[in-house]
C-alpha cells in the first residue's frame, strides 16, 4: 500500500501532538505510560517525536485517557495555529 505524502499541516499537527504528550508525560517514564496506554514504548516514542504524526484514534484515545487529558484538549492543542483551509488535511469539508 502506498502512502500519500503527508501535507506540511499534517507533520506540524503530528510535531503538536507529540510535544503535548511529553508534557503531559512528565517525570512518569515512556514504558509506565506506554504500558498503562496499551501500546509499546516504541509506538509512544515514535508519536512523541513525531515520526508517527498520524496514530490512529484509539492510540490517540488511550494515550489521553492515561494522561489525563480531554481528547478535546488534544485536538485544540495539537492542531497549528495557522492552518489555511487549502492545508487542511485529506479528505475534510469546510464547514
Excluded at 508517527?52 to 485536538?75: K, N, R, Y
Aim: net charge neutral; hydrophobic share 50%; glycine share 8%.
Amino acid at each position: 500500500m502506498v502512502r500519500t505524502p503527508l501535507t506540511p499541516w499534517e507533520r506540524e499537527r503530528g510535531e503538536r501532538l507529540g510535544a503535548l504528550l511529553r508534557v503531559a508525560r512528565g517525570e512518569r517514564s515512556m514504558v509506565e505510560v506506554a504500558a498503562a496506554a496499551g501500546l509499546s514504548a516504541e509506538t509512544l516514542r515514535k508519536i512523541e517525536t513525531g515520526r508517527a504524526p498520524t496514530p490512529a484514534f484509539f492510540t490517540v484515545a488511550a494515550l489521553a485517557g492515561t494522561l489525563g487529558l480531554s481528547l478535546d484538549e488534544v485536538a485544540v492543542l495539537a492542531v497549528p495555529p495557522a492552518a489555511e483551509p487549502a492545508a487542511a488535511p485529506h479528505g475534510s469539508a469546510a464547514a
